[in-house]
């Protein structure tokens, strides 16, 4: 116990001394697990510069692509899963009581029965199990593992990064007429005339 103990402050010191003054990349979770068949899987994930909130591939070293920002940026090898709040548990199952991972809606007999019929359950599809763990009560999202890893969130944040992209990128338009003011201001320059020398004489 008390070696554990000591391994987990000594990884907590160096990552703190890893980190500097580097902000860490804003990864944010976005939906809720589906915990029916009808439910929709909106989950998604969105990654942000933490500096100037513009939308950045996970595990990118320094926001190089923004002139203006240009800084580092610091990410977790692994990120806590939103669905099952890092328990590793699948959501449906705990949200809808469903133990061992049978369907809440026919108690896992796959049909319900009512009225002399017995049409197939809806939600497992005749299944008998949870339709999101399959029955096997894992969180679907991180695999039971509690944790998603970074190449796992850079893959769903791919949308969200590739779209906002194109949408064009104000500070680096080659557009921009800078050059011209630059040139203006350096024919203005010598116009200071030297008057105070007239007075040594
Ligand atoms: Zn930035
Ligand atoms: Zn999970
Ligand atoms: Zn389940
Ligand atoms: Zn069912």
Redesign the pocket.
């Known amino acids: 116990m008390k070696l554990k103990h000591f391994a987990f402050l000594a990884s907590v010191v160096l990552l703190a001394a890893c980190g500097g003054g580097k902000l860490e990349g804003d990864v944010r979770f976005i939906g809720f697990a589906p915990v029916t068949s009808k439910d929709k899987d909106v989950r998604a994930i969105e990654t942000r ?6 939308p ?1 591939e996970v595990d990118t070293p320094r ?1 190089k692509a ?1 002139k203006s ?3 580092d ?1 610091k990410w977790s090898d692994k990120y806590n899963c939103p669905s099952c709040q890092g328990t590793g548990r699948c959501a449906a199952c705990t949200q809808m009581e469903q133990a061992n991972g049978d369907c809440y809606n026919c108690k896992g007999q796959g049909v319900l029965i009512y009225a002399g019929q017995s049409p197939e359950c809806p939600n497992c599809k005749g299944a008998k199990k949870c339709p999101s763990c399959k029955g096997s009560q894992k969180c679907d999202y991180c695999n039971g593992e509690g944790k998603l890893a970074k190449e796992f969130v850079k893959a769903k944040a791919a949308k969200f990064v590739g779209g906002r992209s194109e949408e064009g990128l104000p500070d680096s338009d080659p557009r921009e007429p800078v050059k011209k003011d630059e040139a203006k201001d350096a024919k203005e320059e010598p116009k200071k005339e030297p008057a105070k020398e007239e007075e040594k004489k």
């Open positions: 510069c933490p500096y100037c909130g513009d950045i926001h923004k920002c240009n800084n940026i």
